[in-house]
């Protein structure tokens, strides 16, 4: 099985939107409304800040969306700020019964 | 408050087997979530190595299900990972983390220990 595919990077200066793509297949993404959203910073353990392709858990910023079109996925930060620069990772249950994540994105606030 | 912490040998010999433990806090595995572990190596992104659901029922990613176990110690609320025939592809940091739906929605996840795979 393959990773799920995201960009290696994107960047946005302060108070500007970006979003982060998760392309998967009809046996994941495609088929499941469940992919989670993390972010990790250096030498830290992920937290989760999306689940159920939408769903904030209590304490993560509103600034933080996420969406499904298909077989991708997306987040969404807005307004962005300096801490939010960090990596982020996608994962999806898949019809085989496994899990997968993607392969990660580094956010750089400008 | 749930709290995940892994724990065993932070160096392996290439062909041996890397054995970790997970300790849990304030909540019992024996409950309907799934239990299991990531890995990261130095650098590069996250990969799935397999969950435990309260029963014992396992589920293993395909590329690694040959060398891979995870089992179940309710009596001591812990879980553990068993990794064989380790390369030094295997060296990693190695998370355990409790989730949903075999390992989606993981809300709660160990600080992670460093393995390193060398002779």
């Known amino acids: 099985q393959s990773a799920l595919t995201q960009p290696d990077s994107v960047s946005g200066s302060p108070g500007q939107s970006i979003t982060i793509s998760c392309t998967g297949t009809s046996s994941d993404v495609g088929t499941y409304n469940t992919v989670s959203w993390y972010q990790q910073y250096p030498g830290k353990a992920p937290k989760l800040i999306i689940s159920?392709?939408?769903n904030r858990p209590s304490g993560v910023s509103n600034r933080f969306s996420g969406s499904k079109s298909g077989n991708t996925a997306s987040l969404t930060i807005s307004g962005l700020q300096a801490e939010d620069e960090a990596d982020y990772y996608c994962?999806?249950?898949?019809?085989?019964?496994?899990?997968?994540f993607g392969g990660g994105t580094k956010l750089t606030v400008l | 408050q749930v709290q995940l912490q892994e724990s065993g040998p932070g160096l392996v010999k290439p062909s041996e087997t890397l054995s970790l433990t997970c300790a849990v806090y304030?909540?019992?595995?024996?409950?309907?979530?799934?239990w299991g572990w990531i890995r990261q190596p130095p650098g590069k992104g996250l990969e799935w190595i397999g969950s435990i659901y309260v029963g014992g029922n396992t589920y293993y990613n395909p590329s690694l299900k040959s060398r891979v176990t995870i089992s179940e110690d309710r009596s001591k609320n812990q879980f553990s990972l068993n990794l064989t025939s380790v390369t030094a592809a295997d060296t990693a940091v190695y998370y355990c983390a409790r989730g949903h739906t075999v390992m989606i929605t993981i809300a709660y996840w160990g600080p992670g220990t460093l393995v390193t795979v060398s002779s």
């Open positions: 159920e392709v939408s």
């Open positions: 994962n999806s249950y898949t019809t085989s019964n496994t899990v997968l």
């Open positions: 304030g909540f019992s595995i024996s409950t309907n979530y799934y």
